[in-house]
C-alpha cells in the first residue's frame, strides 16, 4: 500500500524564521512528488518534484527531491505570517491516471 | 496555472436528499479527475478517480452507490451524494489532470452540511 508521511505535524516559528518540511514516501512506480499548500479551502499547486537533486524555487520557497532516499523537503526562507497553512505533500505514481497519495501534512504557524 | 472551478462552495441540506457537485476545468480538458473528502484537521483522502465517457473507480470503503460520479465530457465531472446522511458532512475537492503535464489543479472545494 502506498503511503506518504510528512513531519512535523505541527510547527511553530517566528516571522523571519527559516523552517523545513519533510516528507517521505513509498509509492508504486513512482513518478513525482507534488506539494501543496492549503489555507481555508481546497490545496493551491506549489511543486511538481520528478527528478532527484534538482532544486525548484519559486520566491521564498524552495524543493527538492532524493528518489534514492524517497523523501523531498520543503524550505521557507524569510516566513512570513501569511506563509501560515497546511502544507501538503502528495505522491503520484507514473500510471493509474497520477492518482495521488497525500501526506498528512505540515501545520505551520508563523507568528509575528 | 490551470483552473478547476468547482460549484456548489456551500450547500446545506436535509438528511435523505441528494446534493450534487460540480468540478469543472475551464481552460483545459481533463480526461481524468479526482473527487478528495476532507474531514477537519486532517489530509485529502480519495474517493475515487473519475475517467471522462466511462465508470469511476473507487477506492476501498467508498459506497459507489452513495457516492455517485459522472464524467460526461472532457471538462465537467459531478459527483452526487445520496441520500445524504449527518455523516457525510465533510469538504469535498474535486482535482483534474493536465494531460500534457501530469499537474493536478484543486477545485475551491464545496463544504457539504447535512442537517
Known amino acids: 500500500e502506498d503511503k506518504v508521511v510528512q513531519s512535523p505535524l505541527s510547527l511553530v516559528v517566528h516571522e523571519g524564521d527559516t523552517v523545513t518540511l519533510n516528507c517521505s514516501y513509498e509509492?508504486?512506480?513512482?513518478?513525482?512528488l507534488l506539494w501543496y499548500k492549503q489555507e481555508k479551502k481546497a490545496p493551491t499547486f506549489l511543486f511538481m518534484l520528478t527528478s532527484s537533486g534538482i532544486e525548484k524555487k519559486s520566491g521564498r520557497l524552495s524543493s527538492i527531491l532524493d528518489k534514492k532516499e524517497l523523501f523531498s523537503i520543503l524550505n521557507i526562507t524569510a516566513t512570513q505570517t501569511g506563509d501560515s497553512a497546511v502544507y501538503l505533500c502528495a505522491g503520484a505514481p507514473g500510471n493509474a491516471g497520477n492518482m495521488l497519495t497525500f501526506g498528512g501534512g505540515t501545520r505551520l504557524m508563523v507568528k509575528p | 496555472g490551470a483552473v478547476v472551478s468547482q460549484h456548489p462552495s456551500w450547500v446545506i441540506c436535509k438528511s435523505g436528499t441528494s446534493v450534487k457537485i460540480e468540478c469543472r476545468s475551464l481552460d483545459f480538458q481533463a480526461t481524468t479527475m479526482f473527487w478528495y473528502r476532507q474531514f477537519p484537521k486532517q489530509s485529502l483522502m480519495l474517493m475515487a478517480t473519475s475517467n471522462e465517457g466511462s465508470k469511476a473507480t473507487y477506492e476501498q470503503g467508498v459506497e459507489k452507490d452513495k457516492f455517485l460520479i459522472n464524467h460526461a465530457s472532457l471538462t465537467l465531472s459531478t459527483l452526487t451524494v445520496t441520500s445524504a446522511h449527518p455523516e457525510d458532512s465533510s469538504f469535498y475537492i474535486c482535482?483534474?489532470?493536465?494531460?500534457?503535464?501530469?499537474?493536478?489543479?484543486f477545485g475551491e472545494g464545496s463544504r457539504l452540511t447535512v442537517l
Open positions: 509509492v508504486t512506480n513512482f513518478r513525482s
Open positions: 482535482s483534474a489532470r493536465v494531460t500534457n503535464t501530469g499537474e493536478l489543479f
